[in-house]
T-cell receptor, first 113, second 116 residues
């Protein structure tokens, strides 16, 4: 059974710092991996989607890497801003008729102004 | 609307009552998903529709949970004889994908269900 773990569970850093969020998964047979952002009381916003054949994806100050063989992904946030404060969720999917995705519990990020 | 819309945003019910949660997906999206998110946890899969067909309901926690999407657009998640452990945020997501996992899922803001 696929399990997704995110470390740390919570993180506070001063504004302007670069930071890395970690995600690991137990079954390397994934189809893709996504990073989501969730603000309090809101749904999820997809930030980056990495296909299993890809190594990384970039969007603005965000860079996500994928090492499928070791079951790991990282989300790198450059020059953090207070507006980056949110919960970041990692999720993996398996090739199947459906797109059921398995989520981690998230990392709660707080950027200190 | 431009995004996935869920209603109501908040629902309070007494234990034993039935509730119905509605999801309006993005127009034209084939796939629709329901997730349950407990406090401090990641979302957990409940069920999946491709158009009007419910292809996977393996995540529904009990036979008190029922979902439908009769015309392949709006979906309703119904919970009968609610229990306190049903308290959670129920998220709906839709995507263009048909049998492929290459399209991102677009989430609504969820319905926060509280069972007293």
């Amino acid at each position: 059974k696929q399990e997704v773990t995110q470390i740390p569970a919570a993180l506070s850093v001063p504004e302007g710092e670069n930071l890395v969020l970690n995600c690991s998964f137990t079954d390397s047979a994934i189809y893709n991996l996504q990073w989501f952002r969730q603000d309090p009381g809101k749904g999820l916003t997809s930030l980056l989607l990495i296909q299993s054949s890809q190594r990384e994806q970039t969007s603005g100050r965000l860079n996500a890497s994928l090492d499928k063989s070791s079951g790991r992904s990282t989300l790198y946030i450059a020059a953090s801003q207070p507006g980056d404060s949110a919960t970041y969720l990692c999720a993996v999917s398996k090739p199947n008729r459906d797109d059921k995705i398995i989520f981690g519990k998230g990392t709660r990020l707080h950027i200190l102004p | 609307g431009a995004g996935v819309s869920q209603s109501p945003r908040y629902k309070v019910a007494k234990r034993g009552q039935d509730v119905a949660l509605r999801c309006d997906p993005i127009s034209g999206h084939v796939s629709l998903f329901w997730y349950q998110q407990a406090l401090g946890q990641g979302p957990e899969f409940l069920t999946y529709f491709q158009n009007e067909a419910q292809l996977d309901k393996s995540g529904l926690p009990s036979d008190r949970f029922f979902a439908e999407r009769p015309e392949g657009s709006v979906s309703t998640l119904k919970i009968q004889r609610t229990q306190q452990e049903d308290s959670a945020v129920y998220l709906c997501a839709s995507s263009l994908a048909v049998g492929e996992s290459s399209q991102p899922q677009h989430f609504g803001d969820g319905t926060r269900l509280s069972i007293l």
